[in-house]
């Protein structure tokens, strides 16, 4: 391996959060704060450590704002990331650079939201005034939400493989049970079964419904970023960034790459795989959880499918409500995912992680060494691989 | 549906929307290569030439994905109605709407031919209808 890694330098050593609801009831700035100051208190350090900041450009919370609510005092190094929740994991892997190269020592990624209360993704019919460009060749036929646009995609998926609706029930089902016995979830004891996620409404037939696509929440999420070296000092135990990687492929647009020869898989996730794999040296069966990020359930089966943890094609019948579980071989989405904690941009997939390898979570599994988390897709994305030291 | 959301035009876009309001879907053909290219844009990824001119399509194609939205209801969508992914025979791809098709005679690789619809806003768009009763 290449003395010029990025694996193993830097760590998650602290994390942050608000509660996640529905109606956060206060601005988006504060959220943020609240979420960048709890991850600083977790970390063990003070506002003045922090040196560098991180967020999505879609955020709302300009850093500068951020940096004076928490009384931070000098900032080397800012950066946003693009292309919606395919940015998470992408914060985390602007943060890994600067400390590795020594442009920061410390820095905070946060994203917050109300996504529920306020802005909703899925509603742009009261707010659009001009389409932009992009949207030019879509919102004229009525193709206008984020669901939409990635049915399309996955029915040309189900198409080649057979796949059905039924067939994404599996990860609908074991992230409402995961959230069922997470407090902090959304759908807190409030599991379903197979008959439920058949019963759902269409949202986008014959490829999305109800209990396939992730609710909206209002809430913010951050994590601290230092040397691993710094984070053995720490009070929490280092959440070491064994891998860290953005990817995009030829012909990518934001959630509509309909152009390309082959739809029936997500290529940025593809090659975000092939760079975490690389960079770590681990394989998919090292990894003691995934945290697959879940915005709408077909693409986790592809995703699945990109990362190699099964051939293509194969998903439907891998992807089993037994293997995917807490006792399976590959539990996902631990604290209910985004279907069934919360939407917060996949950030919450981050903190998850980092609790199941400190031994922290409320669902938490055995031994814990290696976690995959991954962002957004059918967009631009990212993903992560985090380590016990 | 009288009307539809007004797309933005650029000036790299311009032609394709001028192009319908005389019933011709054209399609960015590549001066240096040849290649086609669709959505528009100013450069071409195969050989790097920025100039170009078009071809007008046969308006023949085949449904390569299609979807039937349910929730949320939107402006303009009062019935129901097809979202289709076509590949139009000259080879590029472009989002579309299925006209006189129901819902359950929507298929993959069905046959499809263009139907330019006049909407009230001073707008024409490419739709399509199965080619066997066009
Ligand atoms: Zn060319």
């Not at chain 1, 709890?38 to 919370?61: E, K, Q, W």
């Not at chain 1, 920061?104 to 707010?127: H, I, K, L, P």
């Not at chain 1, 647009?253 to 975490?276: C, I, K, Q």
């Amino acid at each position: 391996m290449s003395d010029r890694t990025l694996s193993g330098k830097s760590s998650i050593a602290g994390i942050g959060q608000t509660e996640f609801s529905k109606d956060s009831g206060r601005s988006e700035l504060q959220l943020a704060c609240e979420a960048v100051h709890a991850a600083i208190i977790d970390a063990g350090l003070t506002p003045s450590d922090v040196d560098g900041l991180v967020t999505f450009t879609m955020d709302t919370s300009e850093e500068m704002e951020v940096a004076r609510n928490v009384g931070m005092s000098e900032i080397s190094m800012f950066s946003r990331v693009h292309y919606g929740g395919g940015a998470a994991a992408g914060t985390v892997l602007q943060a890994a650079m600067a400390v590795a190269t020594g442009v920061a020592d410390a820095v905070v990624c946060y994203r917050a939201f109300n996504e529920r209360s306020g802005n909703r993704f899925g509603n742009m019919t009261g707010r659009i005034t001009t389409l932009p460009p992009w949207l030019s060749w879509y919102a004229p036929y009525g193709l206008m939400t984020p669901a939409s646009w990635v049915a399309l995609h996955a029915h040309r998926y189900m198409e080649r493989y057979g796949v059905t609706n039924a067939d994404f029930a599996p990860i609908a089902i074991v992230d409402r049970a995961n959230a069922a016995t997470n407090p902090g979830a959304w759908f807190y004891e409030r599991p379903i079964t197979f008959e439920e996620h058949q019963q759902s409404r269409w949202i986008i037939e014959p490829v999305l419904r109800l209990l396939d696509c992730c609710q909206e929440s209002d809430g913010g999420v951050a994590v601290l970023i230092t040397s691993t070296e710094r984070a053995r000092d720490l009070p929490n135990p280092p959440a070491v960034i064994a891998a860290a990687s953005q990817g995009a492929t030829f012909d990518s647009e934001m959630m509509t790459s309909y152009y390309r020869d082959d739809l029936t898989g997500l290529p940025e996730m593809g090659l975000v795989g092939n760079r975490l794999w690389a960079q770590s040296g681990l394989t998919p069966s090292d990894m003691s959880t995934a945290f697959l990020y879940d915005h709408f359930t077909p693409f986790v089966l592809m995703q699945l499918e990109e990362l190699g943890f099964c051939g293509r094609g194969e998903a439907k019948d891998w992807a089993t409500v037994e293997r995917l579980s807490l006792t399976g071989d590959l539990p996902i989405n631990t604290s209910g995912g985004l279907l069934g904690e919360a939407y917060i941009h996949g950030m919450n997939g981050i903190t998850e992680c980092v609790r199941q390898i400190r031994g922290t979570a409320c669902n938490q599994l055995g031994d814990v060494v290696h976690a995959l988390v991954t962002s957004g897709t059918g967009v631009p994305t990212s993903g992560l691989i985090l380590s016990k030291l | 549906m009288s009307a539809r959301l007004t797309p933005t035009i650029t000036q790299d876009t311009a032609f394709f929307w001028e192009g319908l309001k005389t019933e011709r879907l054209l399609i960015q053909r590549c001066d240096g290569c040849e290649s086609l290219r669709h959505p528009p844009r100013p450069m071409c990824p195969q050989c790097r030439s920025l100039e170009w001119g078009t071809i007008e399509a046969t308006g023949h194609g085949t449904v390569i994905s299609y979807v039937i939205p349910r929730h949320p209801p939107l402006p303009f969508f009062d019935d129901e109605y097809i979202v289709a992914l076509v590949e139009l025979d000259e080879g590029v791809r472009l989002v579309t709407n299925l006209v006189d098709v129901s819902p359950a005679q929507a298929t993959m690789g069905m046959r499809v031919v263009v139907r330019f619809e006049h909407f009230d806003n001073d707008l024409v768009l490419p739709l399509f209808a199965a080619e066997s009763i066009s």
